[in-house]
């Protein structure tokens, strides 16, 4: 993802947040060496638990690279910056995959392309209509 990040936009993020799933030293260490920093999630957290105190003072030496991503996601700035992961385009992708349009129709990129603008659509639409705000009027003229 990094890397058709930097494709795609010709710049390199500073930052990177991600799920237990994507917890690989190969990889992590490959984006860091790139000066890339990295907030992977080690596991699940049960809903509703009290996390963990932040923790204070110098890592130990012998902690394993899962141990030292776990101790930096506990930390106020790792909490800060794995927090930011509720707020991308993941949840909202998420919301239009399991309501607005759980798979295509159509078959072919530039088709799909078009029915996954139209379901983006659809569901800004609807966030605007439950928030109750008037929505904008667009009137044609003739040419």
Known sequence: ?????RDNTGLL???LSADSGYLCQED?????????ECFVATGRSKHGQEPEAA????????LSF?????RKLLTKRGRAAYARRKVTAE????????GTLPRFSL?????VSGEFSLACAVHNLKKL??????????VAQPA
């Open 1 to 5: 993802m990094v890397e058709q990040t």
């Open 13 to 15: 993020p500073v930052q």
């Open 28 to 36: 992590i260490e490959k984006v860091q060496a790139q000066a890339v």
């Open 55 to 62: 923790p204070r003072g110098r890592p130990p030496k012998d």
């Open 66 to 70: 899962k141990g030292r991503m776990q």
């Open 91 to 98: 949840p909202v992708i998420g919301q239009v995959k399991n």
């Open 107 to 111: 078959r072919g990129l530039h088709k």
């Open 129 to 138: 209509w439950r928030k109750g705000r008037q929505l904008p009027v667009l």
